[in-house]
């Protein structure tokens, strides 16, 4: 199946989530790719040192606005890639119909990609690098 619709997946849609979605969205400009938040924080912009990670990267998340993770985003997305192995559980509970396009963004490494949130600037660094690394390992499957 081609791959036309991504949708990245993390807790509230503000750190990690939106900085894979912009490092997509920028690998691959003619996809459609969003994300969106198990709790989302509905209406937030990214959170602050997720847009400087961005920022040194030379790539714009202003126009981020986080959002709730509904079935209907889960039904229109061929991808989905979340940060965690409990994420992608809870997405295959909810939404069985999710089973078998539902991966670990870091699923290539064998490895979880841990929250940010509410950590110091070197941690959102790290977490960044990481994702990078793992949208990178994606590119021969997309």
Known sequence: MKIQNILVVCVG?????????????????????????????????????????????????????????????IKKADLILVMSSNQQKHLEQTWPFSKGKTYRLGHWQGRNVSDPYRHDQAVFDETCLLIQHCVADWKKHI
């Open 13 to 73: 849609n503000i750190c990690r989530s939106p900085m894979a979605e912009y490092l997509l969205k920028h690998e691959y400009p003619d996809l459609h790719i969003e994300s969106a938040g198990i709790s989302g924080l509905i209406g937030h912009s990214a959170d602050d040192k997720a847009d400087l990670c961005m920022q040194k990267l030379g790539i714009d998340m202003s126009p981020h606005k986080a959002r709730k993770l509904n079935g209907d985003l």
